[in-house]
C-alpha cells in the first residue's frame, strides 16, 4: 500500500460529459502524476504536478484539465469526454528522498459511451 | 524522443524453467531505469531501480541487470504467481517523467 488512493474506481460516462478522476495521496510528496493505458500503447504520462498550483504537461494531455489546489489532491479532469478517452487511469506519486521512483495507486477504469 | 522497447511481448514458461526479459532503451541522459510489476485490475507494482551500466539488483527469484542499451529482468526457477506483465521504463534528462515500454506478460504454469 503506497498511501494513493483514487476515486472513483470505476465510472461510466457518455460522451460530452464532464468527468473528474481524484487522487489522493496521505503524505505530502510534491511530485504527483497521472498516467493512462491503453492495449497497444502502455502507460503514457497525461499531466504532472511538482507542487502545489504547479502543473506541466505530459505526452498526451488534449482533453484533460488538472489543478492543484493542495499537495495531497490531484484531481484530473475530462471536460467533455470523448469515446477515445475510455481507457484505465493511474495516478502515481515520486518517492522523495535520492530516488526517482514513482508509486501507482489502483487505477480507475473509465468508460465513455 | 525517449523510447523503450521490450521483448518478447508474452513468455510462457514451465515452473522452474528460468528465462530473462529484455529491455531495450535510448534516453538522453538516464536518470533511472525502472521494472514494475503488474497483476491485472491493479495499479504497477515497483521492483527494481537501476541507475547505471553494471548495476545490478536481486529480490527473491528476480535479478535486474543494466547496460547502456539495455535491460533484462531474470527470472530464476519461477512459480505460478510470477505470472504478471512486467513493465520497464527509464526517466531522462532534467525531469521525473517515465516512458514506459509495452510490457511482457509472464505466464508460468504449474
Known amino acids: 500500500d503506497a498511501g494513493i488512493t483514487q476515486s472513483p474506481r470505476y465510472k461510466i460516462t457518455e460522451t460530452g460529459r464532464q468527468v473528474t478522476l481524484m487522487c489522493h495521496q496521505t503524505?505530502?510528496?510534491?511530485?504527483m502524476f497521472w498516467y493512462r493505458q491503453d492495449l497497444g500503447h502502455g502507460l503514457r504520462l497525461i499531466y504532472y504536478?511538482?507542487?502545489?498550483?504547479?502543473?506541466d504537461k505530459g505526452e498526451v494531455p488534449d482533453g484533460y484539465v488538472v489543478s492543484r489546489s493542495k499537495t495531497e489532491n490531484f484531481p484530473l479532469t475530462l471536460e467533455s469526454a470523448t469515446r477515445s478517452q475510455t481507457s484505465v487511469y493511474f495516478c502515481?506519486?515520486?518517492?522523495?528522498?535520492?530516488?526517482?521512483?514513482?508509486?501507482f495507486g489502483p487505477g480507475t477504469r473509465l468508460t465513455v459511451l | 524522443e525517449d523510447q523503450v522497447t521490450q521483448s518478447p511481448e508474452a513468455l510462457r514458461l514451465q515452473e522452474g524453467e528460468s528465462s530473462s526479459l529484455n529491455c531495450s532503451y535510448t534516453?538522453?541522459?538516464?536518470?533511472?531505469l525502472f521494472w514494475y510489476r503488474q497483476d491485472p485490475g491493479k495499479g504497477p507494482e515497483f521492483l527494481f531501480t537501476l541507475y547505471s551500466a553494471g548495476e545490478e539488483k536481486e529480490k527473491e527469484r528476480l535479478k535486474a541487470t543494466l547496460t547502456k542499451k539495455e535491460s533484462f529482468l531474470h527470472i530464476t526457477a519461477p512459480k505460478p504467481e510470477d505470472s504478471a506483465t512486467y513493465l520497464c521504463a527509464t526517466s531522462g534528462g532534467s525531469n521525473y517523467k517515465l516512458t514506459f515500454g509495452k510490457g511482457t506478460l509472464l505466464t508460468v504454469n504449474p
Open positions: 534516453v538522453s541522459g538516464l536518470r533511472g
Open positions: 504536478s511538482a507542487a502545489a498550483d504547479i502543473t
Open positions: 503524505w505530502s510528496h510534491s511530485y
Open positions: 502515481a506519486i515520486l518517492a522523495s528522498g535520492t530516488t526517482d521512483t514513482q508509486y
